[in-house]
């Protein structure tokens, strides 16, 4: 049941970037959604005091692609 409460930053993240599977389906043409990118600026700006947790969040984030894109998997996005 911790997927009913997901904090607001991580659904933000989540929605700017989605799941590495959909990555091939969309081929080299991948773009975060802007109109969630957005909102994601929005929300960062208006509350300074969650950039932490939303740069610890990115920051788990790229570890764990940079660690998919070392062991060569398709469906990492570096």
Not at 6 to 12: A, E
Not at 19 to 42: F, I, K, M, V, W
């Amino acid at each position: 049941m911790n997927f009913l409460f997901t904090p607001n930053h991580v659904q933000l993240i989540a929605a700017c970037y989605p799941p590495s599977a959909s990555l091939l389906t969309s081929g080299p043409d991948y773009h975060p959604n802007a109109q969630e990118l957005s909102r994601l600026t929005y929300y960062a700006s208006n509350k300074p005091g969650k950039i932490h947790k939303l740069g610890n969040e990115l920051q788990k984030r790229i570890k764990l692609e940079g660690r998919k894109a070392l062991s060569n998997n398709p469906r990492s996005r570096s």
